[in-house]
């Protein structure tokens, strides 16, 4: 280079909008308090990690989504992986179990058992978990709008494997709010839900305190089109809208708060999302301690799933999604998560096959005994560049936080389609800086292979028999059980629902009397209403 | 040519998303892609069952009905669709579906009377562009 002549660098700017500078020094890091700012692993703020020792002491979970036809070709699949060294199951329901209809509802037509596993009543919880020892494995339920009836019939699982509820370890999903913003597996209006988050909030933190209740999750609203920042900033807003209605029953923040849990996204710029998960660390302490007032320390501990990607990976060439999902692994180990899912390489196409599944897992266990991972805690703490744009991370979290409160609270933002319009726009800009080759998609809009032919994937094949299959099933259910029993049942819960009571008790009668969750959820729909979507572009 | 339909009125299209999949980004990015396209585009919102998009379709007097399904349910829902389209005398509204559509299927799809299929990843321009290909077509077909 000439002397005195200016370098051109290009500009960054991360997706959350933080201008990126070539290099960074100890003049970024002036006023940089250690105490304050990072504290010790396992001491407050917890930005380097909730745990002194974190993955030296034990490496992250590893948790697969999974799910798929019937419950007893899943449980096949889910005992494969545990098999090769999965430590804990991820549950996923097929579209009818998760908007609460039985698989015989004239709506489940064609979707039964496709995006993941049916489950129309506590005999399908069974044999989903037949010869799967739960006191040994944890378990997820991706499970929103009917998690309150999928949680009583996991614990109901349990009790009849000798487990009692004191001692069951798991997570359910839980997290309505999300669902209106980016998922859409919404059924019951917005306040009505909430009161069921709080109703299983209160069980779990009276009646199984290793079960948490709720995975509040910044991961949909970011795949559909949120920033990194806003993706932690709206999750933030929901857990508190969710703590909010769990204080007003009279419950204190250090019995609620260590119930929370978080599912974060883990795609996009790698320092972004390091940086992300340390901010939003730190964050949730700062939150619960100043805004709450929380004194245990397991109070202010922000525990997270972060994984999956899907947004990040692509159709064409669909192996490079492979090599995504190592690098994706890497930043969700550098952020130090508690617990890890990857997407499947072959995602975009199918219901991941066997082998895709054991690939990720691969690509997670090669990442924590191989590579030097669980060796030593937040290896990147001390970095100008990752110490600064933690704190940029964490100012630009708070930001969203504050538009949400302009717009009048989450509440408000979700039933107006303030947060679902300004996300949607986001992604079409996306899309669009993609067609214009202003974000790279290697393979994609970059490097393009002329040659390149349809790709290798095994698609998963449905079987339509399987549907048929399921329904009989119901039909016996229906048949054997005492229907006195179940009516009465359904007849207590329309009563309590109707009034202030917490449904838990009622739903456990309810599932371990076999009534399907259909006939639970029609209940449900009866007493509370249905959400009526506000439909704007 | 029919009064009222000069040929070059703006397209009509109804986004739906009919069924129980509840992921919306790839539909309101079309939507909006087409909307920018010099489409009127109208979205259904989610959970729609085949009726209502047909209704929909017959009230909004649209050309094109574009269908977004990401659950696998595509080959039921299609089937569904065209033969209601049928019973309510729309069979001229052109049919597009978009999503989780292996290759496979995308013939099936063909065979079951949908005029354009466009998987995950597809252009948005290239969708505009069928979608005025094809309701020009067809207003050529109507005026001829």
Redesign the interface.
């Known amino acids: 280079m000439a002397e005195g002549k200016k370098e051109q660098v290009r500009e960054v700017v991360l997706e959350s909008g933080i201008p990126v500078k070539p290099r960074y020094g100890p003049e970024d890091l002036q006023g940089f308090d250690y105490a304050c700012d990072l504290g010790d692993p396992g001491e407050y703020p917890y930005t380097r990690g909730i745990h002194p020792l974190m993955y030296r002491y034990r490496p992250w979970t590893m948790r697969q989504y999974l799910g798929f036809g019937t419950p007893r070709e899943s449980n096949e699949r889910f005992r494969y992986l545990i098999s090769i060294g999965q430590n804990a199951l991820n549950v996923a329901f097929d579209?009818?179990s998760?908007?609460g209809?039985d698989s015989d509802d004239p709506?489940?037509?064609?979707?039964v058992g496709?995006?993941g596993m049916a489950v129309d009543s506590l005999r399908d919880m069974e044999e989903a978990f037949d010869r799967i020892p739960l006191g040994e494995i944890s378990t997820s339920l991706t499970i929103n709008a009917p998690a309150a009836v999928m949680m009583a019939m996991y614990l109901a699982v349990a009790e009849k494997q000798g487990l009692p509820r004191a001692r069951v370890a798991g997570t359910a999903q839980n997290d309505i709010l999300k669902?209106y913003i980016?998922?859409?597996?919404?059924v019951y209006d917005i306040d009505p839900s909430i009161r069921m988050i709080g109703d299983t909030i209160e069980f779990c933190a009276r009646e199984a305190p290793r079960y948490n209740p709720v995975s509040v999750c910044g991961y949909h609203i970011r795949?559909?089109?949120a920033t990194p920042a806003q993706e932690i900033g709206y999750a933030y807003c929901i857990a508190m809208a969710y703590i909010d209605d769990t204080l007003a029953r009279g419950l204190t923040i250090d019995e609620v708060a260590p119930r929370f849990t978080f599912n974060f996204n883990i795609y996009g710029n790698l320092w972004e999302q390091v940086a992300k998960f340390r901010a939003a660390r730190r964050l949730w302490a700062r939150l619960m301690r100043d805004h709450y007032g929380a004194r245990e320390p397991r109070s202010m501990w922000m525990r997270m799933i972060a994984g999956g990607g899907g947004s990040g990976l692509?159709?064409?060439e669909p192996e490079n999604n492979l090599i995504r999902g190592a690098y994706y692994a890497l930043a969700s180990a550098l952020g130090g998560a508690q617990t890890m899912a990857l997407c499947c390489y072959d995602e975009?196409?199918?219901?991941p096959s066997a082998k895709a599944s054991k690939l990720s897992l691969r690509t997670m266990q090669i990442l924590a005994e191989e590579m030097g991972l669980s060796d030593t805690v937040d290896p990147l703490a001390g970095s100008y560049y990752i110490e600064t744009l933690t704190s940029q991370m964490e100012e630009k979290i708070r930001e969203a936080m504050r538009e949400v409160e302009r717009w009048g609270g989450i509440v408000k933002a979700v039933a107006e389609g303030l947060i679902q319009r300004k996300v949607?726009?986001q992604?079409?800009q996306e899309?669009r800086a993609l067609?214009a080759g202003q974000v790279v998609k290697v393979g994609?809009n970059k490097y393009v292979d002329p040659t390149e032919q349809?790709p290798d994937i095994l698609?998963y094949e449905?079987d339509p028999k399987l549907a048929e299959g399921q329904i009989a099933r119901l039909n016996e259910v229906r048949r054997t059980r005492h229907w006195e029993e179940v009516r009465r049942c359904l007849e207590g819960l329309r009563q309590q629902a109707r009034g202030q009571q917490n449904l838990m008790p009622a739903i456990i009668d309810a599932v371990r009397a076999y009534a399907t969750l259909g006939e639970i959820t029609a209940v449900f729909k009866d007493t509370f209403g249905e959400f009526r979507?506000p439909?704007?572009? | 040519m029919a009064p009222g339909s000069p040929a070059d009125r703006p397209v009509r299209v109804l986004v739906a998303k009919p069924g129980l999949d509840g992921h919306d980004k790839g539909a309101k990015v079309v939507a909006r892609a087409l909307r920018d396209a010099g489409m009127e585009v109208i979205y259904s919102g989610l959970h729609q069952t085949v009726e209502q998009v047909v209704n929909a379709a017959l009230q909004e007097a649209v050309d094109v009905i574009g269908l977004s399904i990401l659950s696998g349910a595509h080959l039921t829902l299609c089937q569904k669709l065209r033969r209601a389209l049928d019973a309510a005398d729309l069979r001229d509204v052109i049919v597009v579906v978009g999503g989780v559509i292996p290759g496979k299927d995308a013939e099936r799809l063909k065979a079951l009377g949908i005029d354009g299929v466009f998987p995950g990843g597809a252009d948005l321009q290239a969708i505009a562009e069928f979608i005025h290909g094809a309701v020009a077509a067809r207003r050529a077909r109507e005026a001829g």
């Open positions: 579209l009818p998760q908007m209809l709506l489940a037509e064609g979707e496709r995006v669902e980016g998922r859409g597996a919404w795949e559909s089109g692509t159709i064409r975009g196409y199918t219901i949607s726009i992604a079409y899309q067609k994609v349809e698609l449905f979507e439909v704007a572009l």
